[in-house]
């Protein structure tokens, strides 16, 4: 494993972060700037109001319009995060790698599998490391399922549903709500790039996969706004997962089914808005959720709260810097990214 180039010992990672709307303002910049092991030297943005956010916000990093502007400055950086739309992501990862960069690049990685395949190529080739920002594998809630699966608490597990819903008929106010599925658009890519990684990451690799997207936004010609996935893995566990901005009553984040219990959780995860509210990941509050937002382990009639497990997105980036000094590996292994988008691509082709 390449290591950091000019690593001296505990130097902190150089790092920009390419773009400043909810991806880069909301999770990268404040986890970046609040981790010892970083520094948020760059961030790229051409909007004037966002850079001024940014200058406000970070005032010892330097903020550039493009990221032309950033790669003439490669040599004063070791990390390029991009916090861009997916359309964006092959072309500005390949060119960060090609300057000798290590790259995160955020969910759902690229547009295509097959772009996916060519990127990881380059990134071996380049001698550099590539990641991907699959941050909910450190929600609250998952890490609290994934301890009660490791104690063998529900028995043996037979079925998993999942929820990302909201009720935001105006939209999500970003490129989310413009863009094609042909440019990585789409609740599918967005939303189930989170929720198909997460169905995989608890039960395994997928033998069946199916889908349904429905598109109930104001444009008859938009992406999916709507989307429904049913994975059968190896294990045989069955995962059915949805995707929906526009329901005006959400279901259970979680429901999982097992022959000794179940689990239920409602709600998401409370890091996003806590981050966008300000609260900075060292505060002592950052990830814990209330008690009154625990799931429930047991049968009907006698079911009993589960404390949540800290949400913990910093780790993230604390092992994204251990696999950058050679010790460790990466957080997110992009060929697992790649496996989700080979179910997206494969659900797309027939939904």
């Known amino acids: ?85 997916p359309l964006t992501h092959f072309d500005l990862a390949a060119t960060a790698m090609a300057r000798g960069l290590h790259v995160v690049v955020d969910k759902p990685f690229v547009t295509t599998a097959a772009e996916g395949e060519a990127l990881i190529a380059r990134a071996s080739d380049a001698g550099v490391q590539l990641t991907v920002f699959q941050n909910r594998r450190w929600d609250a809630d998952f890490l609290t399922l994934r301890k009660l699966l490791r104690e063998g608490a529900l028995g043996e597990v037979r079925t998993f549903e999942s929820r990302f819903e909201w009720w935001r008929p105006e939209g999500f106010g970003n490129w989310r709500d413009t863009a094609a599925v042909s440019d990585g658009g789409g609740i599918l890519n967005d939303l189930g790039a989170h929720l198909i990684d997460q169905a995989i990451q608890l039960f395994g690799a997928v033998t069946e996969s199916y889908g349904e997207t429905a598109n109930r936004g104001p444009d008859p010609d938009g992406a999916d706004t709507e ?78 709260p589960v404390p949540a497990q800290t949400g913990a997105y910093p780790e993230f980036y604390t092992r994204l810097a251990g696999a950058l000094r050679g010790e460790g590996p990466l957080p997110v292994d992009p060929a697992e990214s790649l496996e989700v988008l080979k179910v997206i691509d494969t659900i797309r082709a027939f939904a």
Request: hydrophobic content about 45%.
């Open 1 to 85: 494993m390449e290591t950091l180039k000019g690593n001296a010992g505990a130097a902190p990672v150089r790092t920009a972060v390419v773009g400043f709307g909810i991806s880069g303002k909301v999770f990268h910049a404040p986890l970046i700037s609040a981790h010892p092991g970083y520094s948020l030297d760059m961030i790229v943005t051409a909007d004037p109001v966002r850079a001024a956010e940014a200058a406000r916000l970070y005032p010892d990093t330097r903020i550039v319009p493009t990221p032309e502007a950033l790669f003439d400055l490669a040599g004063d950086l070791d990390l390029v995060v991009l916090g861009t739309p």
């Open 227 to 304: 989307a429904f996935v049913s994975l059968l893995h190896e294990s045989g566990v069955r995962s059915r997962l949805w995707m929906n901005g526009m329901a005006a009553q959400v279901g259970p984040r979680f429901h999982v089914a097992g022959s000794e219990a179940g689990y239920t959780k409602w709600g998401l995860d409370s890091q996003e808005p806590a981050l966008a509210a300000g609260m900075t990941s060292s505060d002592p509050a950052y990830g814990v959720d209330p008690e009154e937002s625990w799931g429930r382990v047991g049968v009907d009639g006698a079911t009993q």
